[in-house]
């Protein structure tokens, strides 16, 4: 089974940017849509943003979209999220998922999860 990790969050002030990497052990990797999800304190996970095996299709949330980029990098089994003008409201734990069996923006539909990285934007 793969494993993915994540790293790149911390403590920024809106306004400003991070990377998110996604890390992942296996030869899955590379023909597996990459998503991104978030989840606040009290709050359901949503989706962020997905990203196609190739890079060919790329959806984000209306929350995101303009501010952030995904790609991902196949040779270095590595999914990146991109966070520009970070807004308060985009504190949250981030999570990198694999192998999506059904919806790509629906949580539950995927099967590998990373740990996490938390993201505090201040105002």
């Known amino acids: 089974q793969v494993q993915l990790v994540e790293s790149g969050g911390g403590l920024v002030q809106a306004g400003d940017s991070l990377r998110l990497s996604c890390t992942a052990s296996?030869?899955?990797?590379?023909?597996?849509?990459v998503g991104w999800f978030r989840q606040a304190p009290g709050k359901e996970r949503e989706f962020v943003a997905v990203i196609s095996w190739s890079g060919g299709s790329i959806y984000y949330a209306d929350s995101v979209k303009g501010r952030f980029t995904v790609s991902r990098d196949n040779a270095k089994n590595t999914g990146y999220l991109q966070m520009n003008s970070l807004k308060p409201e985009d504190t949250a734990v981030y999570y990198c998922?694999?192998?999506?069996?059904?919806?790509?923006?629906?949580?539950?539909?995927?099967?590998?999860w990373g740990q996490g990285t938390q993201v505090t934007v201040s105002s």
């Open positions: 998922a694999l192998d999506p069996d059904g919806s790509w923006t629906n949580w539950d539909d995927y099967g590998s």
């Open positions: 296996g030869r899955t990797f590379s023909s597996l849509p």
